[in-house]
């Protein structure tokens, strides 16, 4: 019931939203293949929710430059230098991870989310940071929400809610 | 059971027809021999849609640097997709914007993504191909490919939990959990509102096979390669999430067309980069 006082800030695809006030709720639908990324802050309070589509941005570094939030390269990045703008300190972040949900696909033509999930994976470790929790994969579509002032992660599908 | 098939046939023919501009333009844009002025002919008599087109043409989306004020202009400028985009819009615009709360698809949702697909299939086009499908024809196969949704999204609501327990106790397409419990799929039903809108049958071929080109078993090349086209495009479309719902990512993917479409992984990345931000931008055009 308490999200209902709740201002909620919908994050589109290749889209982010960072913040600090702990009246928001930052939320992203339609997760498929694409990769919801929350980080939050416990200490300095602040939040942020990434959905990006694609691994990689060189396939259209013109697109990159306008659009960084399209790419895993680009917009994890982008993600964690937003949040320490507001005071996150690397140290204390909590990352969960929700997507890359694929079609029925044997030969893999479609496994965008399969490579939108290494390429999180790779640049997490390259940095020294620790995925929390993740609910990934599967043929669902899901929808992903963060609140600023818990940090608490709900993921959605058609069939209930749970916290990540 | 019985009685929502029954409903499924009514409300398609309670549908109101596409007005005669429309279904003439559609076989007019198909045919790549048709000239402009054929085209000018028909629009010109129809003043809403003369009004839309130059709108559509002066808006922000083309960034033109002057304003155009001919329709023959903005016909040429527009070229068969967008003119088809417009064309189609007109009709089915405000339809597809619904809600289709069985399918679990908000405000917008299942037009933002016919219309992504229309737009995938129109990129997966191979450049060097000889014998191209007419743009205007493959653009309204994306647009319509899944406006049986708008029909069955009534009877699917009301066997919710039904299709929530075998979509988790099966590994079926999601197309065939609704043959199961309603009597049709929404590409079934999609095929019968194509034909009731007496519409090319070849659309409406592309409309019921979509889910399924495999099944296709007639002999037209053309239909064949619209089928691929709105298969792979369906398949992408699906895959970035766009305007998915409860049917989430339940279908299956025919490699085959992969291979003889020379669909690669880059290609996919690029494709789906482009869809997103002119799906974006139409967006803004239509909530001006």
Redesign the interface.
């Given at each position: 019931m308490e999200t209902l006082a709740l201002k909620t800030i919908v994050v589109?695809?290749?889209d982010m939203a960072v913040s600090k006030d702990p009246g928001n709720l930052l939320i992203t639908?339609?997760?498929?293949?694409?990769i919801g990324l929350t980080i939050w802050d416990p200490v300095a309070g602040v939040g942020g929710l990434l959905h990006y589509?694609?691994?990689?941005s060189t396939?259209?570094p013109d697109?990159a430059q306008h659009?960084p939030c399209?790419f895993a390269d680009l917009g994890i990045p982008l993600l964690f230098k937003k949040a320490y703008m507001l005071g996150a300190d690397k140290k204390r972040i909590v990352v969960k991870v929700a997507?890359a949900?694929?079609?029925?696909?044997?030969?893999g033509?479609?496994?965008?989310?399969k490579?939108n999930h290494l390429a999180l994976r790779k640049i997490l470790w390259r940095n020294n940071v620790i995925i929390e929790k993740e609910d990934i994969g599967g043929?669902?579509?899901r929808t992903m929400k963060l609140e600023i002032s818990t940090g608490k992660v709900t993921i959605k599908?058609?069939?209930g809610e749970y916290e990540l | 059971m019985k009685a929502e098939l029954i409903d499924v046939v009514d409300n398609i023919q309670n549908l109101r027809v596409l007005p005669a501009t429309t279904v003439r333009l559609i076989s007019l844009l198909s045919d790549p021999s048709t000239s402009i002025d054929e085209i000018l002919k028909v629009i010109q008599y129809d003043q809403n849609l003369t009004i839309q087109v130059l709108k559509i043409c002066n808006s922000a989306y083309f960034g033109l640097t002057r304003k155009i004020n001919s329709l023959r202009e903005a016909v040429i400028y527009l070229g068969a997709k967008n003119l088809m985009n417009v064309v189609m819009g007109l009709h089915c615009n405000a339809m597809l914007q619904q809600p289709q709360k069985g399918y679990g698809l908000l405000p917008g949702m299942l037009w933002r993504h016919s219309t992504a697909v229309a737009i995938a299939a129109d990129k997966l086009v191979d450049k060097n191909d000889k014998n191209p499908t007419p743009a205007g024809l493959l653009f309204t196969a994306g647009l319509l490919h899944d406006i049986g949704k708008v029909i069955l999204d009534q009877a699917l609501a009301n066997n919710y939990l039904e299709i929530l327990e075998k979509l988790e106790s099966t590994s079926k397409q999601f197309n065939e959990l609704e043959r199961e419990v309603l009597g049709y799929s929404h590409d079934d039903v999609g095929e019968m509102v194509l034909l009731h809108w007496q519409l090319p049958e070849m659309l409406a071929s592309v409309c019921r096979y979509h889910h399924d080109p495999d099944k296709y078993e007639g002999q037209d090349p053309q239909v064949r390669h619209l089928v691929d086209l709105v298969h792979m495009a369906d398949s992408l479309v699906i895959s970035l999430g766009l305007g998915v719902g409860i049917d989430g990512l339940r279908y299956e993917f025919n490699s085959a067309i992969a291979e003889r479409n020379k669909l690669t992984h880059e290609k996919i990345d690029q494709v789906g980069s482009e869809v997103l931000l002119e799906i974006k931008s139409l967006e803004q055009i239509y909530q001006e």
């Amino acid at each position: 019931m308490e999200t209902l006082a709740l201002k909620t800030i919908v994050v589109d695809i290749a889209d982010m939203a960072v913040s600090k006030d702990p009246g928001n709720l930052l939320i992203t639908y339609s997760l498929g293949s694409c990769i919801g990324l929350t980080i939050w802050d416990p200490v300095a309070g602040v939040g942020g929710l990434l959905h990006y589509m694609l691994p990689e941005s060189t396939i259209s570094p013109d697109k990159a430059q306008h659009n960084p939030c399209m790419f895993a390269d680009l917009g994890i990045p982008l993600l964690f230098k937003k949040a320490y703008m507001l005071g996150a300190d690397k140290k204390r972040i909590v990352v969960k991870v929700a997507g890359a949900a694929q079609l029925m696909d044997a030969k893999g033509i479609f496994n965008i989310g399969k490579r939108n999930h290494l390429a999180l994976r790779k640049i997490l470790w390259r940095n020294n940071v620790i995925i929390e929790k993740e609910d990934i994969g599967g043929f669902e579509g899901r929808t992903m929400k963060l609140e600023i002032s818990t940090g608490k992660v709900t993921i959605k599908t058609k069939a209930g809610e749970y916290e990540l | 059971m019985k009685a929502e098939l029954i409903d499924v046939v009514d409300n398609i023919q309670n549908l109101r027809v596409l007005p005669a501009t429309t279904v003439r333009l559609i076989s007019l844009l198909s045919d790549p021999s048709t000239s402009i002025d054929e085209i000018l002919k028909v629009i010109q008599y129809d003043q809403n849609l003369t009004i839309q087109v130059l709108k559509i043409c002066n808006s922000a989306y083309f960034g033109l640097t002057r304003k155009i004020n001919s329709l023959r202009e903005a016909v040429i400028y527009l070229g068969a997709k967008n003119l088809m985009n417009v064309v189609m819009g007109l009709h089915c615009n405000a339809m597809l914007q619904q809600p289709q709360k069985g399918y679990g698809l908000l405000p917008g949702m299942l037009w933002r993504h016919s219309t992504a697909v229309a737009i995938a299939a129109d990129k997966l086009v191979d450049k060097n191909d000889k014998n191209p499908t007419p743009a205007g024809l493959l653009f309204t196969a994306g647009l319509l490919h899944d406006i049986g949704k708008v029909i069955l999204d009534q009877a699917l609501a009301n066997n919710y939990l039904e299709i929530l327990e075998k979509l988790e106790s099966t590994s079926k397409q999601f197309n065939e959990l609704e043959r199961e419990v309603l009597g049709y799929s929404h590409d079934d039903v999609g095929e019968m509102v194509l034909l009731h809108w007496q519409l090319p049958e070849m659309l409406a071929s592309v409309c019921r096979y979509h889910h399924d080109p495999d099944k296709y078993e007639g002999q037209d090349p053309q239909v064949r390669h619209l089928v691929d086209l709105v298969h792979m495009a369906d398949s992408l479309v699906i895959s970035l999430g766009l305007g998915v719902g409860i049917d989430g990512l339940r279908y299956e993917f025919n490699s085959a067309i992969a291979e003889r479409n020379k669909l690669t992984h880059e290609k996919i990345d690029q494709v789906g980069s482009e869809v997103l931000l002119e799906i974006k931008s139409l967006e803004q055009i239509y909530q001006e």
